[in-house]
């Protein structure tokens, strides 16, 4: 699915601006600060429902404006999502709405219209940073192809909060043991699915590893939900007032095909190229499972790579719709673009 325009108002720096796509390449030039992050970030946000540097709605509504609105054109849709402060005159409303051609939904029904693969210098984080990145990464993969994982992690999110508010009572003595049962159930049930796509993922990206021949391998470190580890830890949870197994505390390593775990042992380079690797294997993911080819956008990357990578990574820019962001033009111009956006503050 080719998507056409983006229209931005009070989205970041633009505070009301268009663009029209090429169905082939789109380069977007602009000097730093220019706002060519804003603009991946708007479908990144329209793909996923999520921004991938914000961590408040609000940052991303123009400053001094209540409300922004994104909103995108593809062949068959119109996609759109309005942002608030969370109050509008007084009022409280939604901090965020999502609209496909008009009609509101839920995020879960939403995600599953664009698919894209970001690539940004900031993913070597996804081996630098903390395990709850790791975790938002799998998760969005997955929730773009899979309608299943989508349900079933609203389902384990929404059951973990309620279920640590209930190991909070137990412990100041206002709630029974015996209370946790439903929530034990819920969570075995939701945990056991998101655990195993994980896997499946895992597997799928390891395999494409090696018919690629990186030299890069991921291991699935799981924390296990089962009757007999919640049993295991009961006490423990009690004391804590938090649920202490299951996906929510799952982790992925990266680590050389020596076994050496990248985040200790990796040079800058390497670690850059292992998350390269593994996210055009998660390109593989998704081409397939989808069957059709998502949008990739692609901040500032060229920089950073080496004369191979590059040259594997044009290769895959031409047979999709991309959207590249570039400080200066001469960087990338070794390929003619459809069409070329300048931005400006
Ligand atoms: N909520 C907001 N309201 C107004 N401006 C904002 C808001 N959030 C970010 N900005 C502005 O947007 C600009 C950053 O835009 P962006 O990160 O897209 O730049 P860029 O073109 O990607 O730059 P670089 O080449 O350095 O990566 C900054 O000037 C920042 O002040
Ligand atoms: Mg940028």
């Not at 080496?306 to 719709?321: A, G, K, M, S, Y």
Request: charged residues 30%; aromatic residues 6%; glycine residues 6%.
């Amino acid at each position: 699915m080719k998507l056409k325009q983006l229209s931005l108002v009070n989205f970041r720096s633009f505070s009301n601006k268009s663009f029209k796509f090429s169905p082939a390449i789109t380069l977007i030039v602009g000097d730093n600060g220019a706002g060519k992050t804003n603009l991946l970030e708007a479908l990144f946000l329209l793909s996923t429902g999520r921004s991938f540097r914000a961590t408040k709605e609000a940052q991303m509504i123009n400053n001094g404006a209540e409300l922004a609105r994104i909103q995108t054109q593809t062949e068959t849709d119109s996609l759109e999502i309005v942002l608030t402060t969370g109050e509008i005159a007084g009022q409280k409303v939604a901090k965020k709405r999502y609209l496909l051609n008009g009609v509101a939904k839920r995020r879960m029904d939403f995600i599953s219209c664009l698919r894209c693969v970001l690539f940004r210098p900031e993913d070597i984080n996804l081996i630098l940073g903390s395990p709850s990145l790791r975790r938002d990464y799998l998760d969005t993969v997955l929730e773009s192809v899979d309608w299943q994982y989508r349900r079933s992690n609203l389902a384990y999110q929404k059951g973990l909060r309620q279920r640590n508010k209930l190991l909070q009572r137990i412990r100041e003595g206002e709630a029974q043991r015996s209370q946790l049962l439903f929530w034990n159930r819920l969570l075995i049930k939701n945990g056991e699915l998101i655990s195993q796509k994980r896997q499946e993922l895992i597997d799928f990206i390891n395999h494409q590893l090696e018919t690629d021949q990186r030299n890069t391998r991921l291991e699935y470190d799981k924390s296990a939900i089962s009757p007999e580890r919640l049993e295991k830890y009961k006490e423990a949870e009690v004391g804590a007032g938090a649920t202490l197994i299951g996906p929510h505390r799952d982790d992925v390593k990266f680590l050389k095909s020596n076994q050496r775990d990248l985040a200790l042992y990796g040079s800058r380079g390497e670690q850059r190229m292992a998350v390269l690797a593994t996210k055009l294997s998660e390109l593989v993911f998704i081409t397939q499972r989808i069957q059709e080819k998502p949008l990739l956008l692609l901040d500032d990357i060229f920089s950073e790579l080496d004369e191979n990578n590059r040259q594997l990574v044009w290769q895959l820019i031409n047979q999709h719709q991309t959207i590249i962001t570039a400080t200066d033009e001469d960087l990338v111009s070794q390929q003619t673009f459809d069409k070329i956006i300048k931005i400006g503050k």
